[in-house]
């Protein structure tokens, strides 16, 4: 069985404040995929990242970066200098490689809120 | 870009009725999903398809079954509809060869009066 856990439910920061979004993942297969997606307040999901569990080297997009570590079986992401427009809930997800259709496990995401 | 459709944005019907909801992705995704959201229990997987007619459970499919009868095409029905089953519904698709990442509709806020 696999799961995704997002421990934290609610975020709340000023503008320009960093933050911080933990995953944490149980998987028992040795490859697999890490996603997180944004749902903006419209509603629809968005992809933001993917990472396979071959490559754990950290990636920066602008203000995003992701911290995967699988020792403590983490992919965390940080938000530099928040903007009003990150609010959102933002989800994790764990998809393996053998898994039927793609599917994926998702966390129970992370509603974040930046306040101007 | 990828586009996945669902036809409605907002639903409103009675109880006992039957619903169909219907979701449209333009990638030739071999994959399909359908999501409920509700507040405090983040996606939950009603159903997935693999393929044409092809069809699996999720983790919550009771009240509900699907219909994949071309490619392009996913739908979910609610046989007959309960207020238990108001809540938001996430259309997905995905493909392996598009790196397994889902790609959602703007869903459709279903309320069941």
């Known amino acids: 069985a696999q799961k995704v856990t997002q421990a934290q439910t609610e975020i709340s920061v000023v503008e320009k404040e960093d933050v911080t979004l933990d995953c944490v993942y149980e998987?028992?297969?040795?490859?697999?995929?890490l996603f997180w997606y944004k749902q903006p307040p419209s509603g629809e999901l968005v992809f933001l990242i993917r990472?396979?569990?071959?490559?754990?080297q950290n990636e920066i997009s602008g203000r995003y970066s992701w911290n995967f570590q699988k020792s403590t079986s983490s992919f965390n992401f940080t938000i530099t200098a928040s903007q009003v427009v990150d609010s959102a809930v933002y989800f994790c997800?764990?998809?393996?490689?053998?898994?039927?259709?793609?599917?994926?496990?998702f966390g129970d995401g992370t509603t974040l809120t930046v306040k101007p | 870009d990828v586009k996945v459709t669902q036809s409605s944005r907002y639903l409103v019907k009675r109880t006992g009725e039957k619903v169909f909801l219907e979701c449209v992705q333009d990638m030739d995704h071999e994959n399909m999903f359908w999501y409920r959201q509700d507040p405090g229990l983040g996606l939950r997987l009603i159903y997935f398809s693999y393929d044409v007619k092809m069809k699996e459970k999720g983790d919550i499919p009771e009240g509900y079954s699907v219909s994949r009868e071309k490619k392009e095409r996913f739908s979910l029905i609610l046989e007959s509809a309960s207020t238990n089953q108001t809540s938001m519904y996430l259309c997905?698709?995905?493909?392996?060869?598009?790196?397994?990442?889902?790609?959602f509709g703007a869903g459709t806020r279903l309320s069941v009066l």
């Open positions: 997905a698709s995905s493909s392996e060869t598009a790196k397994n990442i889902q790609y």
């Open positions: 997800a764990l998809n393996n490689f053998n898994t039927n259709a793609g599917k994926s496990t």
């Open positions: 990472r396979n569990s071959f490559d754990e």
């Open positions: 998987t028992r297969d040795t490859t697999y995929y």
